[in-house]
């Protein structure tokens, strides 16, 4: 993190990214490996950085870079929300876990906020 404070707004993105990459997890080992094992492992694997680039883009003063960052995650965000939709069309996954998309959704809109990309890191 290049040696920053956080201040506790980014600190609670950070959490409730890994928040949100440990409840894809729970939703995907519920999954037949047989019947969806692609989805299944694409799933696994599609937040495991969104915690990261939230936070590097957090942590840098570099308007560019932090934008680059968050691009990332929007991307990581999609990626997901595309597993899980899919999932859910083929009713592999139950109503209560449709609400991780919408976990999504809020996520996105907070890392895409005007005030965020503004903020500068804190020294």
Known sequence: MRGCKMNS???NLVEEA???RSTVLDISEKLPR???SNLKHRLDNCLNNLPNHIENGLATDKKIERIRSFVRANGDLNE????LTALS???YISKNDDEVIDKIANLREKI???DIIRQKAIN
């Open 34 to 36: 047989e019947k969806v």
């Open 112 to 114: 895409n906020s005007p």
């Open 89 to 91: 069309h083929l009713q």
């Open 80 to 83: 997901c929300q595309d597993y």
């Open 18 to 20: 890994k928040e949100l």
């Open 9 to 11: 707004l980014n600190i």
